[in-house]
Nanobody
Framework: QVQLVESGGGLVQAGGSLRLSCAASGRTFSNAAMGWFRQAPGKEREFVAA????????YYADSVKGRFTISRENAKNTVYLQMNNLKPEDAAVYYCAANSRTRSQNSYYVTVGSYNYWGQGTQVTVSS
C-alpha cells in the first residue's frame, strides 16, 4: 500500500512559481514510478510530468516543458513538481500518482491508467 499526500498548492500571480510536494508512506515508494497530473473544472484529468523509479528518466507534457521540473528524493519518500512562469491555464487541482507495479528502473508513464495509487490533490490557482 502507498498513501500519497500532496502539498504546496495555493494562489499565485501569473509568472510566479510554486513547488508542489507529494509525500508517500509505505516502503514501496522507492520501487514506484511517479507522476503528476492535473484536472481543471469540466476537463479530463491530464498528464503533466513523470519520473522513473531511478529518477534517470523524466517526461513532460508539451504545455509545461521548460517551465516545470519533476524530481524525487527517495530518502524522504517525496516527489516534487517545481512550477515556474505559471500561466492562468495552469490552474487546476494537481494530483500525485504512483505506479508501484513497474519492474523497470528507467520507464516513465503518461496515462492515468498506468498508476495504481493517487493522492487527494492540491489546488493551484493562477491569477492574471
Amino acid at each position: 500500500q502507498v498513501q500519497l499526500v500532496e502539498s504546496g498548492g495555493g494562489l499565485v500571480q501569473a509568472g510566479g512559481s510554486l513547488r508542489l510536494s507529494c509525500a508517500a508512506s509505505g516502503r514501496t515508494f522507492s520501487n514506484a514510478a511517479m507522476g503528476w497530473f492535473r484536472q481543471a473544472p469540466g476537463k479530463e484529468r491530464e498528464f503533466v510530468a513523470a519520473i522513473s523509479l531511478s529518477a534517470a528518466s523524466t517526461y513532460y507534457a508539451d504545455s509545461v516543458k521548460g517551465r516545470f521540473t519533476i524530481s524525487r528524493e527517495n530518502a524522504k519518500n517525496t516527489v516534487y513538481l517545481q512550477m515556474n512562469n505559471l500561466k492562468p491555464e495552469d490552474a487546476a487541482v494537481y494530483y500525485c500518482a504512483a505506479n508501484s507495479r513497474t519492474r523497470s528502473q528507467n520507464s516513465y508513464y503518461v496515462t492515468v491508467g498506468s498508476y495504481n495509487y493517487w493522492g487527494q490533490g492540491t489546488q493551484v490557482t493562477v491569477s492574471s
